[in-house]
Structure formats: C-alpha cells, structure tokens
T-cell receptor, first 114, second 112 residues
Framework: EAQVTQNPRYLITVTGKKLTVTCSQNMNHEYMSWYRQDPGLGLRQIYYSMNVEVTDKGDVPEGYKVSRKEKRNFPLILESPSPNQTSLYFC?????????????FGNGTRLTVT | QKEVEQNSGPLSVPEGAIASLNCTYSDRGSQSFFWYRQYSGKSPELIMSIYSNGDKEDGRFTAQLNKASQYVSLLIRDSQPSDSATYLCAVNSRSNDYKLSFGAGTTVTVRA
C-alpha cells in the first residue's frame, strides 16, 4: 500500500531533550515536506526536500533540522525542544514539487513539550 | 497580509444544501490551487485541484477560480453529514514550485 509513515503518533517530552520524528514514504517520491498545524494558523511549512541531499527552509524553520540521506526517509529533528513547538506535525510527499501533484500526508505526530 | 486566507467559519448547513467556501490569496502569479479535506484527528486529503480560470466540477464538488480577483472557492452541492470536516485551501507559489501555502481552514458541519 502506498503510504507516508510517521512515527511516533504521540510524543510527550520535556524542554531541551532532543527528539526525532521519523517519516518514510514508499512511493519513490522526490519531494518531501514537513508541516506543523496549530489552531487558527493552519498548516505551516517547516522544511522541504526536492531530492536526496537537497533541502530548504519553509516558513517556520527555526528550532528544527532535517536531513535527506535516502529518498524514502525525511526525519525531523528538534535539537532542543521548547513549549512553543507543541503542535501537530505532518510529513507529506509528492512525485515532484507541489505545482501539479497532490501531497500525500502521513497520519501526523502530536508533540507536547512541557 | 496572510498568503492564503479563508472565511473562518464554522459553517453550518442543513443536509442537502449547498456549502460555499471561499479563499483569497496574495501571490498574484500563483498558478496551482488545491482544496484539501481534513476530518477531525486525521490528515488532509486532496479533493480538488484547479489551474485555469473558471469552474471545475467533480461529483458534488465544484471549484471556481478567478485569478484576476485572486479568489478561489469550493461549492459542495447536496451536502451530506459525511462532508462535515475542515476544508483547507492551498496555493502554490509562483516563484517556488516547492512551496505550498495553506489557509487556516473552514470547518463545515452538515446538520442531518
């Protein structure tokens, strides 16, 4: 089954404790992206990747890191999480960019930072 | 000014009625426009894409695009309780094919 898999689904952590949210897709998509969703603000893009070893900042990259060492994986790293990073996170992929291809979303990761 | 703005809602319509959702965007050169549906606790899923001015129909859904007015809308005809969800408008950046901006969403409730 074609899918984007995120783990974990739920994560509660404390301020400053490094964490990684994994994202994997099995559709051989070139483009992958991370979004966070907050009430009243919608989905905001954190980082995106056009292909292996090619990443760029979205609208809200501060406090996040990503890497794209393999085509299928695009982990999101929070080196020192803070309470304002409490949010619902979505990973998404598409064959090539966002102009003509729909995004396929993962099931989301709900992160709480205390 | 936000890049993509939607009427905040919530929008409540009776079953069988037409639900009308509106979206405006600031990037005049945007070329690609999408409507995603998101059920509570779930991830967004694409329901419509539109690239040219005018109307595009798919079943009970009609997307309307007016680039001159920087306006895109979604009509849901014969609304069903299963249409109760949050609808997200998304607009592709003219200058960056890898950047997709979303509105905050409009929550629709269809009353049986």
């Amino acid at each position: 089954e074609a899918q984007v898999t995120q783990n974990p689904r739920y994560l509660i952590t404390v301020t400053g404790k490094k964490l990684t949210v994994t994202c994997s897709q099995n559709m051989n998509h070139e483009y992958m992206s991370w979004y966070r969703q907050d009430p009243g603000l919608g989905l905001r893009q954190i980082y995106y990747s056009m292909n292996v070893e090619v990443t760029d900042k979205g609208d809200v990259p501060e406090g996040y890191k990503v890497s794209r060492k393999e085509k299928r994986n695009f982990p999101l790293i929070l080196e020192s999480p803070s309470p304002n990073q409490t949010s619902l996170y979505f990973c998404a992929s598409s064959p090539t960019g966002t102009g003509n291809s729909p995004l396929h979303f993962g099931n989301g990761t709900r992160l709480t930072v205390t | 000014q936000k890049e993509v703005e939607q009427n905040s809602g919530p929008l409540s319509v009776p079953e069988g009625a037409i639900a009308s959702l509106n979206c405006t965007y600031s990037d005049r050169g945007s070329q690609s426009f999408f409507w995603y549906r998101q059920y509570s606790g779930k991830s967004p899923e694409l329901i419509m894409s539109i690239y040219s001015n005018g109307d595009k129909e798919d079943g009970r859904f009609t997307a309307q695009l007016n680039k001159a007015s920087q306006y895109v809308s979604l009509l849901i005809r014969d609304s069903q309780p299963s249409d109760s969800a949050t609808y997200l408008c998304a607009v592709n950046s003219r200058s960056n094919d890898y950047k997709l901006s979303f509105g905050a969403g409009t929550t629709v409730t269809v009353r049986a």
